[in-house]
């Protein structure tokens, strides 16, 4: 293989290499048919012919990749379409490798944006044809809120980590939304087994791989807060009534 970076960057490459490019005379080549003479990479090693495949897909030019000999008796013509199969092999390889970067990149930043969340994000893969469903992933506020660590609950059912779920509702939930599609709210709703006791409320919706997405967050605190100042309130309440019948007691007195 020859390396034509410079060539395909407009730069100081071999100039047989910048010549092919430059006319897409792709195949075997001989220097009879481009004008070589100029070219002291030909001349260094007495080039006779040449193979030159272009490493593309889609129009993207990733490279060349190039066989030269010296020998005119030696032919390259059985070489053509295995170097043809070659290249095309590398270019896919180009390809794959890109996705996969760019894959791993979207990934990361989903991961950097998931985990500065506030709320819970919990996203799970049905199972046994939506009678239960299975951790793909979890947030790190949903580890705090639920007290568990994602690596020991990916790939686990949601009904072992949370056997209250389904009196929690939230099972039903999920199913309808798997089989349907369709987004739903679960209002402020306690959960509570051995292990985990708080109020939650839920946004679950499907993904187009067919990933359950489950955003939530934790409302004790708020419902405990609420629960104080109503009873507060009562205590008001009764302190007035109190206070208002003691009035009316002296008054009669």
């Given at each position: 293989?020859?390396?034509?970076?410079?060539?395909?960057?407009?730069?100081?490459?071999?100039?047989?290499?910048?010549?092919?490019?430059?006319?897409?005379?792709?195949?075997?080549?001989?220097?009879?048919?481009?004008?070589?003479?100029?070219c002291?990479?030909?001349r260094?090693?007495?080039?006779?012919?040449?193979?030159?495949?272009?490493?593309?897909?889609?129009?993207?030019?990733?490279?060349?990749?190039?066989?030269?000999?010296?020998?005119?008796?030696?032919?390259?013509?059985?070489?053509?379409?295995?170097?043809?199969?070659?290249?095309?092999?590398?270019?896919?390889?180009?390809?794959?490798?890109?996705?996969?970067?760019?894959?791993?990149?979207?990934?990361?930043?989903?991961?950097?944006?998931?985990?500065?969340?506030?709320?819970?994000?919990?996203?799970?893969?049905?199972?046994?044809?939506?009678?239960d469903?299975?951790?793909?992933?979890?947030?790190?506020s949903?580890?705090?809120?639920?007290?568990?660590?994602?690596?020991?609950?990916?790939?686990?059912?949601?009904?072992?980590i949370?056997?209250?779920?389904?009196?929690?509702?939230?099972?039903?939930?999920?199913?309808?939304?798997?089989?349907?599609?369709?987004?739903?709210?679960?209002?402020?709703?306690?959960?509570?087994?051995k292990?985990?006791?708080?109020?939650r409320?839920?946004?679950?919706?499907?993904?187009?791989?067919?990933?359950?997405?489950?955003?939530?967050?934790?409302?004790?605190?708020?419902?405990?807060?609420?629960?104080?100042?109503?009873?507060?309130?009562?205590?008001?309440?009764?302190?007035?009534?109190?206070?208002?019948?003691g009035?009316?007691?002296?008054?009669?007195?």
């Open positions: 293989p020859v390396a034509g970076d410079k060539c395909l960057n407009g730069g100081s490459g071999p100039l047989c290499i910048a010549e092919v490019i430059r006319t897409k005379k792709w195949g075997l080549t001989f220097p009879s048919e481009i004008d070589f003479h100029h002291e990479t030909c260094c090693h007495e080039c006779q012919n040449i193979v030159i495949f272009p490493i593309i897909h889609k129009d993207q030019l990733y490279g060349i990749l190039a066989r030269c000999m010296n020998d005119a008796s030696i032919s390259l013509e059985n070489d053509i379409e295995l170097m043809e199969e070659i290249a095309n092999d590398i270019a896919f390889a180009y390809v794959k490798y890109e996705a996969s970067h760019a894959l791993a990149q979207s990934e990361e930043r989903y991961r950097r944006i998931i985990n500065n969340m506030s709320s819970g994000v919990a996203v799970y893969k049905e199972i046994e044809n939506g009678a469903f299975v951790f793909v992933d979890l947030n790190r949903g580890e705090h809120i639920d007290k568990v660590n994602r690596d020991d609950i990916v790939g686990k059912k949601i009904t072992n949370f056997p209250a779920i389904e009196e929690f509702g939230l099972l039903n939930i999920l199913q309808r939304v798997w089989k349907t599609g369709i987004p739903e709210r679960q209002p402020l709703s306690l959960y509570r087994d292990r985990l006791d708080g109020w409320e839920n946004y679950i919706c499907k993904l187009e791989s067919g990933e359950i997405v489950v955003i939530y967050d934790d409302m004790t605190e708020k419902k405990k807060a609420q629960e104080r100042e109503l009873f507060h309130r009562k205590q008001l309440m009764e302190a007035n009534k109190l206070a208002s019948l009035i009316l007691v002296s008054g009669i007195a």
